[in-house]
């Protein structure tokens, strides 16, 4: 089992440009979560998805969208990247609310310049 | 003030010296999280805490739910546990809140 993988790896973007991060997930989790990572703070939930067909956004939401395709897959969407959205992402699934640990993806380091 | 603070933010021992990291929170949860995130990037979960205390081979994690403290130990240390250590909370809504992070250096 892969467990939770995303793609890219790395990416580097001008300013304005789109694109969108993949995740997927085959530990058949209901929970997905969307995180950025900055240096010297804590990780900051940008969306999440408690379960398929459902997302909300989370702390720091703009200049972001969201997709559940499915109970496996949840993608991320940068419209217009911006230099502020340099940063490392991070997904990660948990089973539901009472089964706490969560399970993160590689990451994915963004640069925009 | 943020809700998780963890001190320190980095520490640097020598090999075998025995490790604390600390949190704090300032929220009511209901479950505290431990998690280390390698220099290579990834982030593996280590404990989920909402009383006493548990351990997994030389980390030791204990919560003290009246002061609103975490403490995550390790014994015997060694450079493989070099990483960053994560604390992060369960708030009422479910959602976690996370800690900035302990950056361990143990040098041989």
């Known amino acids: 089992n892969a467990g939770v993988t995303q793609t890219p790896k790395f990416q580097v973007l001008k300013t304005g440009q789109s694109m969108t991060l993949q995740c997927a997930q085959d530990?058949?989790?209901?929970?997905m979560y969307w995180y950025r990572q900055d240096p010297g703070m804590g990780l900051r939930l940008i969306y999440y998805?408690?379960?398929?067909?459902?997302?909300d956004k989370g702390e720091v939401p703009n200049g972001y969208n969201v997709s559940r395709l499915n109970k496996r897959e949840f993608s991320l969407r940068l419209e217009s990247a911006a230099p502020s959205q340099t940063s490392v992402y991070f997904c990660?699934?948990?089973?539901?609310?009472?089964?706490?640990?969560?399970?993160f993806g590689p990451g994915t380091r963004l640069t925009v310049l | 003030k943020n809700e998780v603070e963890q001190s320190p933010q980095n520490l640097t021992a020598q090999e075998g010296e025995f490790i604390t990291i600390n949190c704090s929170y300032s929220?009511?949860?209901?479950?505290l999280h431990w998690l280390q995130q390698h220099p290579g990037g990834g982030i593996v979960s280590l404990f989920m805490?909402?009383?006493?205390?548990k351990k997994h081979g030389r980390l030791i994690a204990t919560i003290n739910i009246q002061e609103k403290h975490s403490s995550l130990h390790i014994t015997a240390s060694h450079p493989r546990d070099s990483a960053v250590y994560i604390c992060?909370?369960?708030?009422?809504?479910?959602?976690?809140?996370w800690g900035a992070g302990t950056k361990l250096i143990i040098k041989p």
């Open positions: 929220v009511g949860i209901s479950a």
């Open positions: 990660a699934t948990h089973l539901g609310f009472l089964r706490d640990e969560q399970f």
């Open positions: 530990m058949n989790h209901n929970s």
């Open positions: 992060a909370v369960r708030g009422s809504n479910y959602q976690l809140i």
């Open positions: 805490l909402s009383s006493g205390k």
């Open positions: 998805s408690a379960s398929e067909g459902t997302t």
